[in-house]
Structure formats: structure tokens, C-alpha cells
């Protein structure tokens, strides 16, 4: 874990279940972290994984299309919890 958050050097992307963080792994550092994230960042700190996978959002180093872009031509997948 401490080479993870020291090498970042654009980002992290934390690839989690909100549930498991905000649950049975709160007490652990990612817990933590999520908790610390969510309070600065609010609804933000969380993406739906469509929304990565149809790269609507901008991840660090990797900026994410325009919903016109991504509708285009593409169909849209729903991996919603």
C-alpha cells in the first residue's frame, strides 16, 4: 500500500465496491481514504463503471469524451449496482 500512494504521480484510480469501502473495510487505510475523499470531493469521489468504461469521466492522465461523442455511434452499457 505505501509504494501505491507514493508513486502516484498523475492520480490513483481505486478500482472498489462503495459498500465494501464504506463498510467491512472502513477501518482499514483505503477505508479511510475513501472516507477522507468523500468528505473533500463529495458525490464525485464516485463513478458508475459504465461511465469508465465508455470513458465519460477523465481519469488522471486519460481525459474522457463528451457524452455526444460517446452516444454516437456506440451503445452505452449499464453496470449500475
Not at 53 to 61: A, C, I, K, Y
Amino acid at each position: 500500500m505505501n509504494v501505491m500512494l507514493t508513486r502516484c504521480r498523475r492520480g490513483m484510480v481505486i478500482v472498489s465496491g462503495r459498500s465494501f469501502l464504506q463498510g467491512v473495510a472502513s477501518r482499514t487505510l483505503l477505508g479511510k481514504l475513501c472516507a477522507y475523499w468523500t468528505t473533500q470531493e463529495g458525490p464525485k469521489t464516485w463513478v458508475d463503471a459504465g461511465d469508465v468504461l465508455n470513458t465519460r469521466v477523465d481519469l488522471p492522465g486519460a481525459a474522457g469524451k463528451s457524452s455526444n461523442d460517446v452516444t454516437r455511434g456506440m451503445s452505452k452499457l449499464n453496470l449500475a449496482h
